[in-house]
């Protein structure tokens, strides 16, 4: 955590390599959350971007405050995503492209991986907004309890029921054959 602190401290002094390795870090996390939620990939890309501007421009006002400077950056991303939906009018959606991260080098494994995909977009759908917010932010963003807890603004027994309620709804709809999927 150390090696962050001594990034974000340089970088808030106008260092531009320590926030381009602040950015490397980071980026396709951020980039994976968007893009789940958005569900457009180029709409995604432009909006990571955005977030490392948004940090960019004010990394001179984040403080430590026992919260990680990835839950800073996540904040400004769901914030980036709310506005974006707002605007244009619809609903938080699950991005079937902008997930998935595969090598075309196993067409099986890509056609599975497609369905699988398919019916995880399905499926989110009937979750509630918490939940998908926690499913995101645990897989999508690959963060510890703690940080979504921290970015949602919840405790982490709260983010854990969330997450626990969430997989189970997802499990039966699994079992139940929903969506085309057994």
Do not use: C
């Amino acid at each position: 955590m150390q090696d962050e602190r001594d990034l974000v401290r340089s970088a808030q002094q106008h260092d531009g390599d320590a926030f381009a390795q602040l950015y490397d870090k980071y980026f396709d996390k951020i980039y994976r959350y968007v893009a789940f939620k958005v569900g457009n990939r180029a709409e995604a890309e432009d909006m990571a971007q955005q977030v490392f501007l948004s940090a960019l421009q004010n990394i001179s006002s984040f403080k430590w405050r026992n919260i990680p400077f990835s839950a800073w950056l996540f904040r400004i991303a769901h914030n980036k995503v709310v506005d974006h939906l707002r605007k244009k009018g619809r609903r938080v959606t699950v991005s079937l492209e902008g997930v998935q991260i595969l090598s075309a080098s196993n067409p099986q494994q890509a056609a599975e991986l497609s369905l699988d995909i398919e019916w995880l977009k399905s499926a989110t759908a009937e979750l509630t907004a918490a939940q998908r917010d926690v499913i995101t932010l645990r897989f999508a963003g690959d963060l510890p309890i703690a940080q979504v807890a921290q970015i949602m603004g919840k405790s982490q027994g709260a983010v854990k029921a969330l997450q626990h309620s969430a997989i189970v709804a997802l499990r039966k709809a699994r079992l139940g054959g929903e969506n085309g999927r057994p």
